[in-house]
């Protein structure tokens, strides 16, 4: 969980690159090395009896067992909780690790919980597949506006669980207004912010109760591991949760944990690239006579637009879009001519990847007309490099 920082560790404060860089580290207390130390053990020894008879107190200076806490996966939470403007954070071996044990903690047998449709696959199958032989009921919302949100709150309902922009046409909520409804009733409200991560995006400074993150994405950055991670500021929540998570097991590995800490390190220089390369593609698709539809929230033509320049810092470079030819064999055809991109699901790595797909079987959404929707993920190459490729893989 989230450790002490020093009274003398010069590094508390600073910009949101400095806290990347230096926060929670602790450097001279793990021998001065600029990396921190991957303490890749199960378990932990203690000097006598009497200290072990007292492992649980919260003020012993050891550690106990890795499913519990680790002092490499502290210095991540500290990290994190910090650049999220929280108070504590747990990370979890996946992101559905750190999704389900979120929802988890904030439900129980007979609740109802309100959900974005547009959300993550997985997430939407854990509720409506998972959760109901728990006798949970879900409703899914479609669309944006809060009056719906807010008009599907049960007095059951224990949670509104939120993605903002969502996972298929990257939609972007009102936060403030579902957060006020919640809160009057006493709903937890869970965000999954990794599309936006930290750099563009806080939402506990908007009042969410939780927010949870696939740093598999974004905060790896190399498509090299996988994690998980839920951020709060509630200590009620926060113990319930650390000892829930022990129970369920999905503790993230050390070594994981010091990918996660080094990709960090240039999160906000990659998202500015992410950023930038994703809106130069988008722009060309835009005003493409082949494209039919953008689904990027940053374009001026996006409905909700002003409300995510109100709201966030910033876009990354996950998007998707749709051609005006509806067909397996035009969208198949743009993802085959495609050379830079590679094909293959996941995002927030180096590399460009692109998926397409009918949006119900791809983004598991309940529309009437699926829509044949291309979802691109640009990575760190050469921006001039990524708008070629898409240029010529529209060309006929
Ligand atoms: C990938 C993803 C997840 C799941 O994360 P894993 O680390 O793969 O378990 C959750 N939410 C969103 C929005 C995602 O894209």
């Known amino acids: 969980m ?26 001279l207390a793990h ?24 492992r649980d107190d919260p003020k012993t200076p050891y550690y106990v067992y890795t499913r519990r806490s680790n002092p490499t996966t502290t210095i991540l939470e500290a990290k994190l909780a910090r650049l999220e403007g929280g108070s504590w954070a747990r990370s979890f071996a996946s992101g559905m690790g750190a999704i389900t044990a979120a929802l ?27 959760l109901s032989r728990f006798d949970v009921r879900v409703t899914f919302v479609p669309g944006t506006d809060p009056a719906d949100f807010i008009a599907a709150l049960r007095d059951e309902t224990r949670v ?14 009102e936060l403030a207004p579902l957060v006020a409804a919640a809160r009057a009733r006493g709903i937890a409200t869970i965000l999954d912010n990794s599309w936006s991560t930290p750099y563009f995006q806080r939402p506990l400074e ?12 974004f905060i790896s950055g190399h498509s090299d591991t996988l994690g998980g991670i839920v951020v709060g500021r509630d200590e009620t929540l926060r113990a319930r949760l650390c000892d ?22 240039t999160l906000p220089l990659r998202m500015e690239q992410h950023q930038r390369s994703g809106l130069a593609i988008a722009r060309l698709l835009a005003q493409h006579p082949r494209v039919q539809r953008v689904y990027h929230p940053g374009l001026e033509t996006y409905a909700q637009h002003a409300v995510a320049q109100r709201q966030m810092r910033g876009y990354s470079g996950l998007f998707s879009f749709a051609l005006h030819e509806q067909t397996r064999e035009a969208t198949n055809r743009f993802i085959n001519r495609l050379r830079v ?30 829509e044949w929707i291309i979802r691109l993920h640009a990575g760190l190459e050469a921006t001039q490099d990524l708008v070629a490729d898409v240029r010529q893989a529209l060309e006929d």
């Open 2 to 27: 989230t450790p002490p920082v020093p009274a003398d560790d010069p590094h508390q404060e600073g910009g949101f690159e400095t806290l990347c860089t230096h926060y929670g580290e602790h450097r």
């Open 31 to 54: 021998g001065g090395g600029a990396t921190p130390p991957i303490y890749q053990t199960s378990t932990f020894v203690y000097p006598d009896a009497e200290a072990f008879e007292g």
């Open 104 to 130: 988890n903690l904030c439900l129980k047998s007979g609740a109802h919980v309100v959900v974005v449709s547009d959300c993550y696959h997985p997430t939407r199958r854990y509720l409506s597949e998972y």
């Open 160 to 173: 509104l669980y939120l993605e903002s922009p969502t996972s298929g046409r990257f939609d972007v909520l």
């Open 206 to 217: 908007s009042g969410l109760d939780l927010v949870v993150h696939s740093a598999t994405k």
């Open 244 to 265: 829930e998570a022990e129970m369920l097991g999905a503790s993230i590995d050390p070594f994981a944990a010091w990918l996660l800490i080094r990709g960090l390190r």
């Open 341 to 370: 991109f590679s094909i293959g699901c996941s995002w927030g790595g180096h590399e460009s990847l692109v998926v397409g797909g009918r949006s119900a079987d791809l983004f598991a959404e309940n529309v009437n007309e699926p």
